[in-house]
């Protein structure tokens, strides 16, 4: 099946929402979404697995309404994960090829990361993504794309990112419950980053920052590669529960308080604007200032971005970063959050829509909220391209097809030969 006609199910488990989309690639190379469907998640806690039953409902109501929606029959999926327990590091494997003659292939790349699998882990922990960011061949250094290429040693650096085995089992145990395949595990802010930030961006140097309902992902690129990835496990229900708490409110009339009124920048509520709640069982109703809430919102912003702010900084890529910041995720849709993150970072911040590599998609799927479930999506085609390059490289290996040697080759071994044999037969002293 060609990758245009395939079809890539996204599914993002998260604190607040479980989100599946289903895409497929149009002649022009854009996502066309095909369905939706989303359920209230009642099991996630701040990115992880609280409750397999309630998680395991969750899927399987999103999984319908997409079906439903989009007419496809839904086995394979590729899963998000986050959490407080995703880390990330460096490091540098090595491969000596037997054949010289033969051109670097697929497979050889994917035999140096399948090396890397073998590395040593804490206990409890695992290796989930391994990104090559640059190849040395020989060591030459800065190479992008060695395929094709000659070499007998390759040396590959790459970003490593390790989470918890627990974490991930739960999350592929309640895909697998709810009769579904993870065919991949892809890490949520390495997704929405795919879905919001343009080749340029990446380039620059950017950051992107994803505040989800339970945890912000934080993803640091730079020439086009990803540099830094980390999980701050705050995010948009802290602040709900600081408005229920503050305004002596029940949850469900927070977060909409949160929604319909919420503004992250105090000084731009007005004063003397009042939003009355009703109150419980023949209560009198709660009146509630704007500028309170505002100021209750920002307090707790402040500490996550300057959060933020500290893993830019501890990462090393702070003064490499061209195109400042781009927030997404369901939180970043406060009012004046850009200039709230402007203020504190002093970087120039922009929001993120995931309507970079889509083709035309009605409003609500090019919101914030939705850019990791669209990410996941374009991570799963990016994964089958990668596969199927990996086959064609096997295949090729299998049937040995040697390098076409051009006549400069002959011509050379000619001469050579030529010119022993006649200083063998040369008497002369």
């Known amino acids: 099946m060609e990758l245009n006609e395939k079809i890539i199910v996204g599914l993002d488990i998260g604190t607040t929402k479980i989100c599946a989309i289903v895409g497929k690639k149009n002649a022009y190379g854009k996502v066309e979404v095909l369905g939706m469907g989303k359920a209230e998640s009642f099991g996630v806690m701040r990115g992880v697995v609280a409750n397999i039953d309630k998680t395991v409902q969750s899927i399987i109501e999103a999984i319908s309404e997409a079906s439903n929606k989009s007419g496809v029959n839904i086995q394979d999926v590729y899963v998000g994960i986050a959490g407080q327990h995703i880390k990330s590091m460096q490091h540098r494997g090595m491969r000596t090829r037997p054949n010289l003659d033969q051109e670097i292939s697929q497979r050889d790349i994917d035999l140096i990361l399948e090396d890397m699998t073998k590395l040593a882990m804490p206990p409890g922990e695992e290796i989930i993504h391994i990104i090559p960011q640059e190849f040395i061949i020989d060591n030459e250094q800065g190479i992008k794309e060695p395929i094709g290429m000659l070499g007998s040693r390759l040396e590959v650096n790459c970003h490593i990112v390790t989470g918890l085995v627990t974490a991930a089992r739960n999350i592929q145990k309640c895909v697998s419950r709810a009769n579904l395949n993870p065919v991949g595990l892809i890490l949520e802010p390495i997704a929405s980053a795919e879905a919001v930030l343009t080749n340029e961006e990446k380039e620059a140097g950017v950051v992107l920052v994803d505040i989800g309902g339970g945890t912000t992902d934080i993803a640091i690129f730079h020439e086009g590669l990803i540099r830094h990835t980390a999980v701050i496990p705050f995010g948009g229900n802290v602040i709900t529960e600081d408005i229920r708490e503050g305004c002596s409110i029940i949850r469900s009339q927070a977060e909409l308080l949160k929604i ?53 900084k501890n990462s090393g890529w702070e003064r490499k970063l061209i195109g400042g910041i781009v927030v997404t995720g369901g939180g970043s849709q406060l009012k004046h959050i850009v200039q709230l993150i402007e203020f504190i970072t002093g970087m120039d911040t922009r929001l993120g829509e995931p309507n970079e590599h889509l083709a035309k998609a009605n409003e609500e799927i090019q919101s914030p909220m939705y850019s990791t479930s669209v990410g996941l999506v374009l991570q799963g085609f990016n994964e089958e391209r990668r596969k199927e390059m990996s086959q064609v490289s096997e295949k090729r290996q299998k049937e040995k097809v040697p390098v076409k040697k051009g006549p400069w080759f002959k011509n050379f071994f000619a001469d050579t030969k030529e010119f022993l044999t006649d200083t063998g037969n040369d008497n002369s002293i």
Not at 284 to 308: C, D, F, G, H
């Open 260 to 312: 319909k009124f919420g503004i992250a920048l105090a000084s731009q509520a007005k004063e003397n604007e009042i939003v009355s709640i009703p109150g419980l069982r023949g209560r009198e109703p709660k009146e509630i200032s704007v500028k309170n809430l505002a100021n209750i919102i920002q307090a707790r912003m402040e500490e996550i971005i300057e959060q933020v702010y500290y893993e830019i």
